[in-house]
């Protein structure tokens, strides 16, 4: 009970800090798009947010979760103090190096990511809000690593309420193109602030340490193509999308994805509670079969979340958006099971992580994004937004099932036969609902229901368990 305590304290704690930085935009949604004129302008603020998570990837080179994992490698503060001074001074200097790169190559990314040179001009915020993102996970960082969970929620429901008062204010003005960009970055400055005067302790230059450097690189460099095959996954669309059938289409998508990715406020309750725990707890005797639970467990709630988004999204997106937003709503279900397929992938392949071996995710992670970006350029010109949230969610689960077959030859993770039976129900249900409901709220929503129903029996008795120790706590 003391582990499930640690787990579900740190994902209620840290999940709801991050879910606050996921919602408020989330909600800001609706209200965006009807003040922008046309669906372009959408497509063109989040392919900035594409631009900057790129660049963001190649600046930070894996070392966050580097340091991450080298902080808990020993309990001396001292050395605690040179992983956390050793991983700043690399990221610094390697964000100026991607600042430099993007402002040089401006004409160059516009044509790329906006299919047009003329909007060369977002590259130079762009830039900024790479140089200013990059080094602020990693100066955040100690707050997270030492469980201060006060401040992390407090932070991140400063941050984008900050950049809504200074966005919607330039879009009300006539600004479409660059508010939402410039915004972030204004919102990004002030946070590195905030967290560069509480975590001042935690980082002096004059603590660089070659040698720490040496070893946090052969944990960080392959994760880097990891964070690179991330992006194709999650962003690589987008730009396929503008360069093959236009702007205005992205702008859909974008609208569809956010919606979708309104599963990421799960995937970020856990990411934001997970790895204090993974690490935390991974040398314990029972880790592979707890891991292994905890992937089974989250890809049930995940399954069932998927449901009941497939049977309420066009209802959502009749509410909430303009007519010409509309067809989004056939990707929402695809792209809001797609992060929580990233989420059970990272639980898995945590397992290479405590075992110091990242290589392996490369390789697996790698032949999903290959087969996302195939199916891409055959089903976008066939099926146009919805055959690019099938090519994503296909990535995913072709990289899922590597993993977990890799890991279970390794006898890093177990299976159970229940889990391989409830996946094949979920693909009957996603079958059905396309091919049949998706557009029949209450028709979908009763199939929902029944897809919860089988679950619900297959996992009575890990639920009664569960009911148990909660009852037996709060008699406590």
Not at 52 to 62: D, P
Not at 157 to 186: E, K, N, Q
Not at 216 to 222: K, R, W
Not at 225 to 246: A, E, H, Q, R
Request: aromatic share 14%; net charge positive.
């Amino acid at each position: 009970m003391n582990k499930l305590k640690l787990f579900i304290e740190n994902f209620l704690v840290y999940g709801f800090g991050g879910i606050i930085s996921k919602l408020i935009p989330l909600m800001m949604v609706p209200i965006v798009t009807r003040v922008m004129p046309t669906t372009d302008y959408f497509g063109i603020s989040d392919l900035s947010n594409t631009v900057v998570q790129f660049a963001s990837a190649l600046a930070v080179m894996g070392m966050y979760d580097a340091m991450y994992r080298m902080f808990f490698e020993k309990e001396d503060e001292e050395f605690k103090k040179d992983v956390c001074s050793t991983a700043l001074v690399f990221t610094v200097v390697m964000s100026v190096v991607v600042f430099l790169i993007l402002i040089v190559n401006k004409n160059q990314i516009a044509h790329y990511f906006f299919s047009d040179t003329k909007y060369a001009y977002i590259v130079y915020i762009s830039a900024m809000a790479t140089l200013v993102g990059a080094t602020n996970g990693i100066i955040s960082a100690p707050t997270r690593m030492q469980n201060k969970r006060k401040i992390f929620l407090v932070t991140n429901t400063i941050s984008p309420i900050l950049s809504y008062s200074i966005s919607i204010p330039m879009l009300l003005a006539g600004y479409y193109t660059i508010a939402l960009p410039f915004a972030a970055v204004i919102a990004g400055i002030t946070m590195e602030i905030t967290f560069g005067i509480l975590n001042h302790q935690w980082f002096d230059l004059r603590r660089f340490n070659w040698d720490l450097l040496k070893k946090l690189l052969v944990i960080a460099i392959p994760l880097l193509p990891n964070f690179l095959i991330y992006w194709v996954f999650n962003s690589c669309d987008k730009v396929m999308i503008t360069n093959m059938i236009g702007i205005g289409d992205a702008g859909i998508y974008s609208v569809g994805s956010k919606l979708g990715h309104a599963s990421q406020l799960i995937y970020t309750a856990f990411a934001g509670g997970w790895q204090f725990f993974a690490f935390s707890t991974m040398k314990e005797d029972n880790q592979v079969e707890s891991n292994s639970l905890v992937f089974e467990y989250l890809g049930i709630i995940s399954f069932v979340a998927t449901s009941f988004i497939c049977a309420w999204s066009y209802g959502l997106f009749k509410v909430l958006f303009s007519e010409e937003y509309l067809s989004g709503y056939i990707v929402a279900p695809y792209l809001f099971l797609a992060p929580l397929l990233q989420m059970l992938f990272q639980v898995a392949c945590n397992q290479f992580l405590v075992i110091k071996k990242t290589w392996p995710n490369m390789l697996i992670l790698s032949a999903g994004a290959a087969v996302n970006v195939i199916i891409n350029l055959a089903l976008i010109p066939v099926l146009g937004i919805e055959g690019a949230s099938i090519a994503t969610l296909f990535g995913y689960i072709v990289s899922d099932m590597l993993c977990v077959i890799v890991l279970c030859k390794m006898k890093l993770m177990v299976v159970r036969k229940k889990f391989l039976f409830s996946c094949l129900v979920m693909v009957t249900y996603l079958l059905i609902w396309r091919i049949l409901f998706s557009s029949k709220l209450l028709s979908a929503t009763i199939l929902a229901l029944i897809l919860t129903t089988v679950y619900l029996v297959l996992y009575k008795s890990e639920l009664a368990l569960l009911f148990t120790a909660v009852k037996s706590k709060v008699r406590k």
